[in-house]
């Protein structure tokens, strides 16, 4: 370095005055040590007019390229001198090139976000000219993540060096989903007016059947039309509008329940294998299930599948009286279950039981019951076939009601074990009619209760001849004596004391216990 003698006069005098200045004016710039500091790459290349001065021209050589923060010169110091794979390696040529040569670009999938390419549609693309370290594998669960992350921000980030534009087709890989293949090359399609309103517009079944994809004729057929006898009214007509009744295939199910009545029905003469049980017996546990059955609030259906499951029982397994008070509360336990939306709790039933049944006895008799009636609870209620009747009878409801009065006959006198739930029903309904004096059994309500009144004759018989009879079920004389069922044991005893002998109905003053 030159003494200071030497130095132009100029130069030290614009040396001492650049020292003399306002603080602001004077930065000398100071060394930064934070090797965090994103500034410091800058801080460190400023240099002072007064340095300037000092120094030769020679000596002041600017660098030939941007210097580097100390993070990436360590880095790549630290990285490996990477080897050349071999001639045939397609990672050693660049991207541009390889689309020169008339080869597909390898390119890096999930770069692109699912919503830039909806419908396959080309549209330009920008890719770097890195290499790839090595080929990406089919089914990598990284690769997935990456395609999944790739509308980020970090995504977008390492598409911004780009060297070369290229024009290309979405490339699908051949490990990824059929799903996504098919998603990459639907072209988007354009819905006019008129396809919404063909597809709002419901087609007609010869539309149907013309289409390609039509599914098989079986599907499409309608339920026949049902003809009706002469003078029947089709009540079913009103309901067609109404999705719950079901019109257009009431009929068929009715004659569905009707067969299956057959295979329901209880062995009549099944007490005479029962050593310790008779018909009395069995009346009084019946009688004392109505009795919990209108402590519980219960659906008439409840009751009646109650005592079918009973009687089904009884023609199967022979029971000790002490068990039989085991078998209805089971049975009613069971029945609650199958009918009803909420059942009572099985405490309760051991409650109303006078717990002399635990909670374990009562879930032991339930799989024993149903593994006797091989879990066949199919029970063609009676109830369904009344209220079937009473469509034809406009639903009045003073005749249904003393109807269900009598209907609960056949649950305690063993004589109606041989008919029919959907004969029981027309007879109930037949007499109803009778002691309220409703009209005669005409054409239309004979073809909804399926039986003629020369059918229902011997069931409705009964009926009056247990009426005329002494009182020997207090509960259930009592059930139907309170004003909520319009008194209709109180009415129909005096029906039938009056007219019980023009029924053919004699020796009523015999109790049914004696006469059975």
Same mark, same amino acid.
């Given at each position: 370095?030159?003494?200071?003698?030497?130095?132009?006069?100029?130069?030290?005098?614009?040396?001492?005055?650049?020292?003399?200045?306002?603080?602001?004016?004077?930065?000398?710039?100071? +060394?930064?040590?934070?090797?965090?500091?994103?500034?410091?790459?800058?801080?460190?290349?400023?240099?002072?007019?007064?340095?300037?001065?000092?120094?030769? *021209?020679?000596?002041?050589? =600017?660098?030939?390229?941007?210097?580097?923060?100390?993070?990436?010169?360590?880095?790549?110091?630290?990285?490996?001198?990477?080897?050349?794979?071999?001639?045939?390696?397609?990672?050693? *040529?660049?991207?541009?090139? +390889?689309?020169?040569?008339?080869?597909?670009?390898?390119?890096?999938?999930?770069?692109?976000?699912?919503?830039?390419?909806?419908?396959?549609?080309?549209?330009?693309?920008?890719?770097?000219?890195?290499?790839?370290?090595?080929?990406?594998?089919?089914?990598?669960?990284?690769?997935?993540?990456?395609?999944?992350?790739?509308?980020?921000?970090?995504?977008?980030?390492?598409?911004?060096? @780009?060297?070369?534009?290229?024009?290309?087709?979405?490339? *699908?890989?051949?490990?990824?989903?059929?799903?996504?293949?098919?998603?990459?090359?639907?072209?988007?399609?354009?819905?006019?007016?008129?396809?919404?309103?063909?597809?709002?517009?419901?087609?007609?079944?010869?539309?149907?059947? @013309?289409?390609?994809?039509?599914?098989?004729?079986?599907?499409?057929?309608?339920?026949?039309?049902?003809? #009706?006898?002469?003078?029947?009214?089709?009540?079913?007509?009103?309901?067609?509008?109404?999705?719950?009744?079901?019109? /257009? #295939?009431?009929?068929?199910?009715?004659?569905?329940?009707?067969?299956?009545?057959?295979?329901?029905?209880?062995?009549? %003469?099944?007490?005479?294998?029962?050593?310790?049980?008779?018909?009395?017996?069995?009346?009084?546990?019946?009688?004392?299930?109505?009795?919990?059955?209108?402590?519980?609030?219960?659906?008439?259906?409840?009751?009646?599948?109650?005592?079918?499951?009973?009687?089904?029982?009884?023609? /199967?397994?022979?029971?000790?009286?002490?068990?039989?008070?085991?078998?209805?509360?089971? @049975? =009613?336990?069971?029945?609650?279950?199958?009918?009803?939306?909420?059942?009572?709790?099985?405490?309760?039933?051991?409650?109303?039981?006078?717990?002399?049944?635990?909670?374990?006895?009562?879930?032991? +008799?339930?799989?024993?019951?149903?593994?006797?009636?091989? #879990?066949?609870?199919?029970?063609?209620?009676?109830?369904?076939?009344?209220?079937?009747?009473?469509?034809?009878?406009?639903?009045?409801? %003073?005749?249904?009601?003393?109807?269900?009065?009598?209907?609960?006959?056949?649950?305690?006198?063993?004589?109606?074990? @041989?008919?029919?739930?959907?004969?029981?029903?027309?007879?109930? =309904?037949?007499?109803?009619?009778?002691?309220?004096?409703?009209?005669?059994?005409?054409?239309?309500?004979?073809?909804?209760?399926?039986?003629?009144?020369?059918?229902?004759?011997?069931?409705?018989?009964?009926?009056?001849?247990?009426?005329?009879?002494?009182?020997?079920?207090?509960?259930?004389?009592?059930?139907?004596?309170?004003?909520?069922?319009?008194?209709?044991?109180?009415?129909?005893?005096?029906?039938?004391?009056?007219?019980?002998?023009?029924?053919?109905?004699?020796?009523?003053?015999?109790?049914?216990?004696?006469?059975?």
């Amino acid at each position: 370095m030159p003494p200071v003698s030497d130095i132009d006069p100029r130069a030290k005098y614009n040396a001492c005055s650049s020292l003399t200045q306002s603080p602001q004016k004077t930065r000398i710039t100071r +060394a930064v040590t934070n090797e965090n500091d994103e500034n410091s790459t800058a801080a460190t290349t400023r240099m002072t007019r007064a340095k300037a001065a000092t120094l030769n *021209v020679d000596e002041l050589a =600017m660098p030939t390229k941007a210097l580097q923060s100390k993070k990436i010169v360590a880095a790549a110091a630290a990285a490996p001198a990477r080897k050349r794979a071999a001639l045939g390696d397609l990672s050693n *040529v660049p991207k541009a090139d +390889a689309v020169a040569d008339g080869k597909k670009p390898v390119t890096k999938a999930g770069l692109v976000s699912k919503a830039a390419h909806p419908s396959g549609i080309q549209k330009r693309t920008t890719t770097t000219a890195r290499q790839p370290l090595a080929t990406k594998p089919a089914n990598n669960k990284a690769a997935d993540t990456n395609r999944k992350g790739a509308g980020s921000i970090s995504g977008t980030k390492r598409r911004v060096a @780009a060297t070369a534009t290229v024009v290309k087709d979405e490339v *699908v890989e051949e490990g990824e989903p059929v799903r996504k293949r098919i998603h990459a090359v639907v072209s988007e399609t354009k819905v006019s007016a008129v396809d919404i309103e063909k597809k709002a517009k419901p087609e007609t079944m010869e539309e149907a059947l @013309a289409r390609k994809d039509a599914v098989p004729v079986q599907a499409f057929v309608e339920p026949a039309e049902h003809v #009706y006898p002469k003078g029947v009214k089709n009540l079913d007509s009103e309901d067609i509008d109404d999705p719950l009744m079901v019109a /257009e #295939y009431a009929t068929e199910i009715f004659e569905y329940l009707r067969d299956l009545e057959c295979s329901s029905i209880p062995n009549p %003469q099944y007490m005479s294998h029962q050593d310790d049980l008779e018909w009395k017996t069995r009346g009084i546990l019946i009688d004392w299930l109505i009795e919990v059955h209108t402590r519980f609030h219960l659906l008439p259906e409840t009751l009646f599948l109650a005592v079918n499951i009973i009687d089904r029982f009884l023609s /199967e397994k022979v029971v000790q009286l002490d068990r039989l008070q085991l078998v209805g509360i089971t @049975a =009613m336990f069971i029945a609650s279950k199958y009918e009803e939306v909420l059942s009572p709790h099985i405490a309760n039933f051991r409650h109303v039981a006078d717990d002399g049944f635990s909670e374990s006895e009562i879930l032991s +008799a339930e799989r024993f019951i149903l593994s006797t009636l091989n #879990y066949d609870l199919s029970y063609p209620n009676p109830m369904n076939f009344l209220r079937r009747i009473s469509k034809a009878d406009n639903y009045d409801i %003073q005749s249904r009601t003393i109807a269900k009065y009598l209907m609960e006959i056949s649950l305690l006198d063993h004589r109606f074990m @041989a008919y029919r739930p959907s004969h029981i029903a027309a007879g109930a =309904m037949y007499l109803s009619r009778l002691i309220l004096d409703r009209g005669e059994w005409n054409e239309t309500i004979e073809y909804y209760a399926g039986f003629t009144e020369e059918e229902i004759e011997p069931v409705f018989q009964l009926m009056i001849d247990y009426l005329a009879r002494p009182v020997v079920h207090e509960a259930f004389f009592k059930k139907y004596a309170s004003k909520k069922f319009l008194k209709a044991s109180i009415l129909t005893r005096q029906w039938a004391k009056k007219n019980a002998q023009l029924y053919g109905v004699l020796n009523t003053e015999l109790s049914l216990d004696q006469i059975s």
